[in-house]
Nanobody, 120 residues
C-alpha cells in the first residue's frame, strides 16, 4: 500500500520560513511528477508547484521567487522550502505524487495535509 506522509507545517510570523517534507512509502516501482497544493479556508484547492522526475519545476505566480520545490528520488521524498512567508500563504498544504506501485498502473496519491499558518 502506497502512502504519502507530510511533515513540517506549523505557525510562523510573516517574513519567516518553513520547510515541508513529503515521503512516499510502500511498494513503489516508479514516481513521475510530484507537487504541492494548498487549500485556504473557504477557497478551492490550488496548485502551488510541481516537479518532474527529471527535476523540471513550475510555480504559481503567487509563490515565484519565495518557494522552492525539490526532490530526492533515492528517498522518494519531495520538499517545499517556503521563504518570505505572507499571511495569505496560510492554508493546508497537500503533497501529490503520480506513482506506479509495483505490478500496477499509474495512480494519483495524496498526503493527509499539513497546516501552515502565517501570522501578521
Amino acid at each position: 500500500q502506497v502512502q504519502l506522509v507530510e511533515s513540517g507545517g506549523g505557525l510562523v510570523q510573516a517574513g519567516g520560513s518553513l520547510r515541508l517534507s513529503c515521503a512516499a512509502s510502500g511498494s513503489i516501482a516508479s514516481i513521475n511528477a510530484m507537487a504541492w497544493y494548498r487549500q485556504a479556508p473557504g477557497k478551492q484547492r490550488e496548485l502551488v508547484t510541481t516537479i518532474t522526475s527529471g527535476g523540471y519545476t513550475n510555480y504559481a505566480d503567487s509563490v515565484k521567487g519565495r518557494f522552492t520545490i525539490s526532490r530526492d528520488n533515492a528517498k522518494n521524498t519531495v520538499y517545499l522550502q517556503m521563504n518570505s512567508l505572507k499571511p495569505e500563504d496560510t492554508a493546508v498544504y497537500y503533497c501529490y505524487a503520480d506513482i506506479r506501485p509495483g505490478g500496477l498502473g499509474w495512480s494519483d496519491y495524496w498526503g493527509q495535509g499539513t497546516q501552515v499558518t502565517v501570522s501578521s
